[in-house]
């Protein structure tokens, strides 16, 4: 068996585990990656796209922002369309701040590249992941390699940005672990096609016969979502049911372009979850991103969730490392804190939204009231875009990465 030591052993190379990475390397806190996946998976699986402020923040702080800044398409808000009328909601005059489209698999191979170049380590398409003595000193984790090879890392921390699927959520007694979570009675068709977005900001769309979502990946690639039945398979949706469907359910807008089909390159069901697990921390275990929360992608807080994690992780293991653990104590609580109002905001918008089986004209009233005051008073406005472009960090910017270290 080949040992390792480090002061940190990450579990993970998604979003949370890389950035982690990276913003302890800039700290000058050692750290391992290991992930069940090839790097290829890795970096071509198309997720998440919506930047908040602060997670586009912290990509420029370690210097993985400059592909970002040539390619993203940076939106000032977005539009809500519900009684046949789209209304838009400007970020920047509300809050002055906007947010970014740059989808989470560019930021993956970013994040991957620049960690690889800076001479970081991450270990592709390990198996056999077991963790041991995290309430102790030195706690372990354990691995094969892609050649059958046994592996041992210790390190003073594990972090466990495996996502939900993962090992490390487990490492939590069971005793401890507190487990809430909410399954929603629909689910998301999602398509990517090759065809210009429907407009330069996302598109909200509310129908008495359910949501649609027109977003983007580029100039020229489009992203769409159909609200269909949770237990809906991609064989009922040939390419042109949908083209039929997107049209029947955006309706005639004369404020927009007209949609324009193209070819469909990847569709998928995507069911619907809220989950939380807690505490967040074990001894010296923490988790980060999926691996204790996940969202509805109503919000667009999933990745933006993860990489906040990973900044509130980082600081908390670098001021421990340096003697003071006041942080690191209370990572849970503060990062919970933040999950618990993105949570909020995730459910508010995906209730308000989406059409239940079980609607009664009441119930789609109330809906319908709600988004009219959100786009006729200011205040209603204002609130939706606090949420929308992200709440602030647990601590400040300077203190998770001051500015001398920005590269």
Not at 90 to 106: P, W
Request: proline letters at 4%.
């Amino acid at each position: 068996m080949t040992q390792h030591t480090t002061q940190v052993a990450i579990i993970g190379a998604g979003p949370a585990g890389l950035m982690l990475s990276h913003l302890l390397a800039q700290r000058g806190v050692e750290s391992l990656v290991i992930e069940l996946r090839s790097r290829a998976y890795c970096e071509d699986r198309v997720r998440a796209g919506l930047l908040e402020q602060g997670s586009v923040d912290l990509l420029e702080r370690i210097g993985c922002a400059d592909r970002l800044h040539r390619e993203a398409m940076v939106h000032d808000g977005t539009w809500l369309r519900f009684g046949g009328v789209s209304h838009n909601i400007n970020f920047a005059d509300l809050t002055g701040k906007r947010v970014t489209i740059y989808g989470q698999q560019e930021i993956v191979k970013d994040l991957i590249a620049a960690r690889l170049d800076r001479g970081g380590s991450i270990a592709f398409e390990v198996s056999d992941v077991s963790i041991d003595g995290i309430d102790g000193e030195r706690p372990t984790v354990r691995y094969r390699d892609r050649d059958g090879a046994s592996h041992e890392i210790r390190a003073n921390y594990i972090a466990g940005c495996d996502g939900f699927h993962g090992i490390a959520r487990a490492g939590i007694p069971a005793s401890l672990l507190q487990i809430t979570e909410h399954a929603y009675p629909f689910a998301w068709l999602g398509i990517l096609a090759k065809s210009p977005p429907l407009r330069d900001e996302l598109v909200y769309v509310h129908t008495n016969d359910g949501f649609a979502l027109f977003t983007m990946r580029s100039p020229s690639v489009s992203r769409s979502y159909l609200q269909v039945d949770v237990d809906e398979t991609v064989d009922n949706w040939p390419d042109e049911r949908i083209w039929a469907e997107l049209r029947r359910r955006l309706g005639d807008d004369d404020t927009g372009p007209p949609l324009v089909e193209g070819e469909i390159m990847k569709k998928e069901v995507t069911p619907m979850r809220s989950f939380v697990a807690g505490p967040m921390q074990y001894g010296r275990l923490f988790l980060a991103g999926d691996a204790a929360h996940i969202v509805p992608p109503t919000g667009a807080k999933g990745m933006n969730l993860a990489l906040g994690d990973a900044a509130l992780l980082a600081v908390s293991i670098v001021e421990a490392e340096a003697g003071d653990d006041t942080l690191l104590h209370s990572y849970s609580r503060l990062a919970l804190d933040r999950v618990w109002k993105a949570e909020r905001f995730s459910y508010w918008m995906t209730t308000l939204m989406h059409v239940q089986h079980d609607s009664t004209p009441f119930r789609l009233q109330m809906q319908l009231s709600e988004m009219d005051y959100i786009c006729s008073s200011r205040a209603g406005a204002t609130a939706f875009a606090e949420n929308y472009i992200g709440l602030p960090y647990a601590v400040e910017l300077d203190r998770i990465l001051p500015p001398y270290a920005i590269v």
